[in-house]
């Protein structure tokens, strides 16, 4: 079966959406940065509604002609503040950067970044990144997807909310060239484990790290020995009480024998995320799965 694509005729958010309207207000340098960087590094995308991270129906990208080159293309959804993406692209020259971002001073400081790297081969969008796969990016137009440590929704009548399911996975597919990669990495292990699964349930993905970091080994067991992940933001979590109520929290199922978790993806900056996590004894688990 192909990946299904989005018609005009589709409602849009049709279901609830990963993110929630944080402060979008820029002030100072973001602001600055903004309305200096955005003609040359920001991708203006027609909307269909007053939401300002929309897609209009009928809108693709036309991927070449954003970059002024052709080049394979690497997606990070969820660029945060673009640590990630400029790090790499700095490294990479001869592969373009796209960043699709909701966040808006997040787009600005990336912005900020790319100028101050003087890259030419980054560009960002605000943007739904689900809306955007749907039709904006180019079917079998991506080399490599990257989704790092998006929001956990930790509450379980939250789960819904989180990007990373099985109707993202399906998009993914419609995006990525066929050998293409899926790169995803999360500090949750609850998380992980949806990751792993939707991933696993896909025709269209094979994970590169099959079998890989089993038992003892994987970060899945080593969590639920540690019970790490019973305390959350300083305060521990009761068993089975929000705000982590997922059933591998702070309880220990055993051993995971399935594994495939991937090793640590050279390629990414250690960023303030994935920092925070570190420090706080959690453990990072890594995905890497090719388009078929
Ligand atoms: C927890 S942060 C991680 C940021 C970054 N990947 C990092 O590791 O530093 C998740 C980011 O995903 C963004 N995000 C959430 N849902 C999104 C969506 N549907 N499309 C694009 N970005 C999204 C949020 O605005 C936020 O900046």
Do not use: C
Request: aromatic content about 8%; proline content about 6%; charged content about 25%.
């Amino acid at each position: 079966m192909e990946p299904q694509e989005q018609t005009p005729d589709q409602p849009y958010r049709t279901q609830p959406v990963s993110f929630v309207r944080r402060g979008s207000r820029l002030q100072g340098r973001r602001r600055e940065a903004w309305d200096e960087l955005a003609e040359a590094f920001l991708i203006d995308v027609p909307r269909i509604e007053t939401a300002d991270t929309s897609v209009a129906p009928g809108f693709v990208l036309d991927v070449d002609a954003a970059f002024g080159r052709s080049a394979p293309l690497v997606v990070e959804v969820g660029s945060g503040l673009g640590e990630a993406i400029t790090h790499a692209a700095e490294f990479d020259p001869d592969r373009d950067y796209l960043a699709l971002e909701v966040y808006r001073p997040g787009l600005a400081q990336t912005m900020l970044r790319i100028s101050q790297k003087d890259l030419t081969n980054v560009r960002t969008a605000q943007v739904n990144a689900a809306e955007a796969f749907a039709g904006m990016i180019p079917a079998s137009s991506v080399a490599e997807l990257w989704t790092f440590f998006p929001d956990p929704w930790h509450k379980v009548r939250h789960h819904k909310r989180r990007l990373v399911k099985a109707d993202y996975v399906e998009r993914a597919a419609r995006i990525l060239e066929p050998g293409g990669i899926f790169r995803l990495a999360t500090d949750w292990s609850s998380y992980a484990v949806q990751m792993r699964a939707v991933l696993d349930a896909s025709e269209h993905f094979e994970n590169l790290h099959d079998g890989e970091r089993t038992g003892a080994a994987s970060p899945l067991t080593q969590v639920w020995e540690s019970r790490v992940e019973s305390v959350v933001g300083g305060a521990p979590v009761r068993e089975g009480k929000d705000p982590v109520s997922t059933g591998n929290t702070g309880v220990n199922e055993g051993i995971d024998e399935r594994g495939g978790w991937a090793p640590r993806f050279e390629g990414r900056t250690l960023t303030s995320f994935e920092n925070k996590a570190i420090t706080a004894g959690r453990m990072v688990f890594d995905l890497a799965y090719r388009r078929r």
